[in-house]
């Protein structure tokens, strides 16, 4: 053909001819690599004549509409995208959430019973399924525009993936930061596998740097893109070992027990013992003298001390005792008085100070722990120094957590037990010449509700003696605290039999499931139930129940009837179970048994009826079983068309819709009624809900693609100004009120943090990775020939930044990733990145949380420096 095989001077002559910006394509010519130059200078960007993306624009008559209804058009219609993927995403997660809730069961042979397992670990199932459920169409818009664009990398995708990590770890984190309530914090937990996917989150786009700057400056070359995709299951096996502990050894606070004083011998221990007996009321058994024991362990320190504590460490002071401390308080004026419970010294103590005392006033010592159903405390108090003159000093109760009532009110019987836990004392101790000690008797209430231990305070006061002589109180002993510790248990809730085996009946029955509390019955405690499906199905083998069990004061065992369907089975066994949750009145779970402390999960299967046995019938029953599987999806089916329609969504608890809910339900009733053909989650484990979903969000991310596209293009913005901006913004807003709702209603913020980090590394080894690999093995294998390679050889042949693949005309062909605009975003994201990452380790270290605070100048000065990060990457 003529100019077959034109390179070098000829194309770049050819290169030369530029016409005019939206003029008509020119007319199909025989193919040439000079003319391919040619059309490459020529081929319209996608907004003007001649312009085509992979569904948009529709008509070519878009070109002669007036730009300022384009821009309104398209942005309507990329809002309107946005709000597509927004609600396939959701249907996505839903399938995701099927998958990885799936149990088996196993059994254990160290401890001979069968367990109930999670089939997906929770760190694996958030680093794959849930990370590619939240980051779907930002993946799917790299992988669909290698194809769509034969393996050159152009358009939106790399920009997206990093636009949205920015503004996933810099936007949705200062959101965060915000929406805790005042004087909460919410700290990460799982910080072994938050640092892991930290660090590589923040070494993926480094990874990026290296492979697009210096190992193959602008070229991805094979092994390049396999590492980058298999960093993805490295990522995903690493921290699955940093949850198992594998590397960084657990701790489970909760199972840390308070230890007894470490420097005390078994002979002081043995007379700490003595000590508790004597000022015990009664006998105490060794198991009530060793839960004392460990209250008084470890004395309480107070907030003050921790604070002078923490500041000399860090500034290399002097390190702090009790008594020190006591002294350099009560110097500091602005601490205010009253609020350290010390001693403290005013101008005229200081002179009596000087005087020797004649006998000084002291409790015995300053923690007692005493049970709820001792009926008293008894405190003692020493004199020292001269005891041969009578005196006197006044003591009084102090509410703590413990509340006190009148000691009138102790004669009524009945309403001081209601609302106090101990009878308030005050008044004076008069010591009589020679008495050393003396005793105070505090009657404490006892109830039948379960509390956490409780304390308040007995202060001595105003110490006399006769004659007006100078007597004093040990600053050391002057108040004493009073833990008491509840002797009210509620109980443990267990089923009697983790797994019952029932025989299937011809009519419907009903079964009463028995449910028992053990150590103990003081108080109502309630419980939740409700059943799960397995090889069993719900409304074809047996009704779905849920409720709330409940168990009255003293009440050790309840019943919870579930409904069973009658049916024609003769083989097979299925199974289903009941499951505990949620206790009240801090009764617990047996961690020993199926669902650990979370939990407790009765095993109930259904097996034929030994007399049923039929050969006939056993076909038949066969033939019901496959078929009853899916009876459940085809009625959810149905009824998801049936919510597409409805403003609530067939919500019978929903409040009435506003004019806003109308308006909302009517501009996203296509995309309702389009989605509501994805299958149910009941068919195949939700796998098939996974696939059709998937698919849809590709073909609602090529709408995107093209719509971002045309906004950016009529805008005069560059695409991977639009991707970060624009693309970045609508993708990630779904993920941005989850991680708020996560922030405020979780204990921790691991769901709002740790999955952000994680989320930002898939993104690249999987949103990057798969394509990248892709298109490098496809030019490693059959670049060389075609159209495709006549593109490439006009496009890169003579390209300056590619004289390292050797000279111009006689360079072999390779996936090129142009670094561009794509290294500095990456790099500036890099940056901002590590200063994020910073913070939150100043915020853990300072605030005591990654997210919130007590002072609003800390939460709004932290998301206003992410804010500000994310606007320097954006600029």
């Known amino acids: 053909a003529p100019g077959a095989g034109a390179s070098g001077p000829q194309a770049r002559a050819a290169s030369g001819s530029c016409a005019c910006r939206g003029a008509p394509s020119a007319p ?18 996608i907004c003007y004549a001649g312009g085509k993306g992979v569904v948009f624009p529709i008509s070519q008559s878009e070109q002669d509409w007036p730009r300022g209804l384009r821009i309104v058009l398209y942005l309507l219609g990329l809002s309107w995208t946005f709000m597509g993927v927004a609600m396939i995403a959701d249907v996505f997660m839903g399938a995701i959430e099927k998958v990885t809730s799936k149990k088996m069961r196993r059994f254990n042979a160290k401890k001979n019973r069968w367990y109930t397992y999670e089939v997906w670990n929770p760190t694996v199932a958030n680093l794959t399924l849930m990370a590619l459920g939240s980051s779907a169409p930002e993946i799917l818009l790299n992988v669909i525009d290698i194809f769509a664009k034969d393996f050159f990398l152009e358009g939106l995708g790399p920009s997206t993936i990093v636009g949205s990590a920015a503004f996933n770890l810099l936007m949705i984190i200062a959101v965060c930061i915000v929406a805790i309530p005042e004087d909460q914090v919410r700290t990460i937990k799982e910080t072994s596998v938050y640092f892991c996917t930290a ?33 993805f299951p490295l990522l995903t096996f690493l921290a699955f070992a940093c949850d198992k502990g594998w590397i960084v050894k657990k701790t489970d606070e909760e199972d840390e027990k308070p230890k007894i004083i470490p420097e005390m011998t078994e002979e002081e221990f043995a007379k700490e013992v ?103 405390a008894l405190l003692t108090i020493k004199r020292t120094g001269d005891i041969t003159i009578p005196a006197k000093v006044s003591y009084k109760t102090i509410d703590g957590t413990a509340v006190g009532v009148p000691e009138a009110a102790d004669s009524t019987k009945g309403e001081y037990a209601k609302n106090g836990d101990f009878v308030h004392v005050q008044g004076e101790l008069e010591f009589k010449a020679g008495v050393k000690e003396m005793v105070i008797p505090i009657k404490i209430i006892d109830d039948a509700a379960y509390e956490e231990d409780e304390n308040f305070f007995l202060e001595l006061t105003n110490a006399q003696a006769e004659g007006g002589k100078f007597c004093a109180i040990d600053p050391d002993f002057a108040k004493a ?25 011809r009519e419907d029955w009903v079964v009463h499931i028995p449910v028992e509390r053990k150590c103990g019955a003081n108080g109502e405690v309630t419980v939740k139930f409700r059943t799960e499906g397995d090889s069993a199905q719900p ?49 617990k779970f047996d961690v020993h048994r199926d669902g650990g402390a979370a939990s407790a999960i009765c095993t109930i299967r259904i097996q034929p009826g030994a007399a049923d046995v039929n050969k006939v019938e056993k076909s038949w029953t066969a033939v019901r079983n496959s078929f009853a599987a899916s009876q459940v999806g085809h009625r959810n089916w149905r009824d998801q068309f049936v919510a597409a329609m409805s403003v609530t969504g067939c919500d019978e608890d ?23 053909v994805v299958p149910p989650t009941d068919y195949a484990d939700g796998w098939m809900c996974f696939c059709v ?28 100004i639009t991707a970060i901006t624009f693309v970045a913004l609508g993708t990630s807003l779904p993920d941005t009120f989850a991680s708020k709702t996560a922030a405020v209603q979780d204990d921790t913020a691991d769901a709002s943090v740790g999955n952000v980090t994680g989320s930002n590394s898939v993104n690249v080894f999987l949103g990057l990775g798969l394509p990248w690999m892709i298109a490098s093995i496809a030019w490693h294998m059959n670049g060389s020939t075609g159209a495709r390679a006549a593109k490439w050889e006009a496009l890169y042949q003579n390209d300056a930044e590619l004289t390292w693949l050797g000279a111009a005309g006689s360079r072999p062909q390779a996936f090129v990733v142009k670094a561009g605009t ?15 990452l910073v913070l939150l380790q100043v915020r853990r270290v300072t605030v005591g949380g990654e997210l919130g605070g007590k002072s609003k100048a800390v939460r709004w000065g932290s998301a206003g420096f992410l804010c500000f990060l994310w606007l320097v990457y954006i600029g």
């Open 28 to 45: 199909a010519a025989p193919f040439a690599a000079g003319a391919m130059s040619a059309a490459l200078q020529d081929e319209p960007k």
């Open 199 to 231: 660090s590589w989150s923040v070494f993926a786009y480094i990874w990026l740097i290296i492979i697009l700057l210096v190992s193959s400056p602008h070229v991805v070359e094979v092994w390049e893109g396999v590492v980058t995709f298999a960093f």
């Open 274 to 376: 003595e000590n508790v007996r004597k000022c015990s009321a009664r006998d105490l058994s060794d198991d009530e003298m060793a839960r004392i024991m460990l209250a008084l362990a470890e004395p309480r320190k107070s907030k003050a001390f921790r604070r002078v504590e923490a500041t000399r460490n860090l500034c290399g002071g002097k390190k702090l005792k009790v008594g020190m401390l006591k002294k350099s308080l009560s110097s500091l004026s602005f601490l205010g008085r009253g609020r350290s419970g010390l001693v403290q010294t005013h101008p005229a103590e200081e002179e009596e100070e000087k005087l020797k005392p004649v006998c000084t006033f002291a409790h015995n010592t300053t923690r007692y722990a005493v049970l709820e159903n001792a009926q008293r």
């Open 481 to 505: 605290e009073i833990v008491i510790i509840d002797d009210d248990q509620p109980g443990i809730v267990v089923f009697p039999e983790e797994e019952m085996v029932l025989e299937v009946q």
């Open 539 to 587: 409304t074809v083998d047996f009704e779905e129940t849920e409720g709330e069990a409940m168990f009255e004061n003293g009440c050790q065992k309840t019943l919870i009837p579930i409904t069973l369907k009658g049916s024609f089975r003769y083989q097979g066994t299925r199974m289903f179970r009941l499951i505990l949750e949620e206790p009240s009145n801090q009764a």
């Open 654 to 676: 929903a409040d009435d819709p506003g004019m806003m809910d109308y308006l909302m339900h009517f501009v996203g009733l296509p995309w309702k009624l389009l989605f509501a």
């Open 693 to 720: 979903s998937l698919g849809m969000i590709g073909v609602v991310t090529m709408f995107i693609g093209d719509l971002a596209s045309l906004l950016g293009c009529v805008m005069d913005i560059p695409d991977d």
């Open 822 to 836: 794509l290294a500095f975003s990456v790099t500036v994201f890099t940056i901002c990145a590590l200063a994020c």
